[in-house]
């Protein structure tokens, strides 16, 4: 069984090819980042936090990959893209090993998902890995859940990976397809 980072992964390099446009809408320590630059050289990652920019400028240089690191919040990224995108992955919560206060937060998140969404091409899909065993978690994660149950389901197709025998609230994954 794939975890479920892994699974996020897999569906996006199912479709990502070289030259496509995509978008790491919460950077953190640039795996996601560098996961994404191994497939296309077009990756835009976004951070609200300096501390993430570099440490994925790091991990990236090691790895001798490139990506546009944007110092922002990634309900902006209509400032930064404006061509068309195929794919996304957002991990929601904050950084690991960093202020456990400054989180992602359900209207920003929202926010930056119906942007992306606009620019998103035919079969582009939005992987998010939804972290919510923390303060504000859950609110995030009842609020995003509710936003993407009203989205149309002639346009989009909406899934969700979860472990269910788990305790202390495992992450799960929320997929979005356009169709």
Do not use: C
């Not at 077009?42 to 609200?48: G, H, K, L, M, N």
């Not at 209509?78 to 359900?106: C, E, H, M, R, W």
């Amino acid at each position: 069984m794939l975890k479920p980072i892994d699974y996020a992964h897999a569906l996006l390099e199912e479709i990502i090819e070289k030259g496509d446009t995509v978008i790491d809408a919460t950077m953190g320590n640039g795996n996601d980042t560098a996961f994404l630059a191994k497939l296309t050289h077009q990756v835009y990652a976004f951070d609200i936090q300096e501390q993430a920019i570099q440490s994925t400028k790091k991990r990236l240089y090691q790895l001798g990959l490139q990506a546009q690191l944007i110092l922002d919040g990634h309900e902006n990224v209509d400032q930064y893209v404006n061509q068309p995108i195929k794919a996304a992955i957002f991990n929601l919560g904050y950084l690991p090993q960093s202020d456990k206060s400054i989180i992602t937060q359900s209207e920003t998140t929202i926010q930056s998902l119906e942007k992306i969404m606009k620019q998103l091409v035919l079969g582009g899909r939005i992987a998010l890995v939804v972290y919510y065993g923390h303060e504000g978690g859950q609110d995030e994660k009842e609020s995003l859940l509710k936003w993407a149950e009203n989205l149309e389901q002639t346009q989009w197709s909406i899934y969700v990976y979860r472990p269910v025998n788990q305790i202390h609230q495992p992450p799960f994954v929320l997929t979005i397809e356009k169709l």
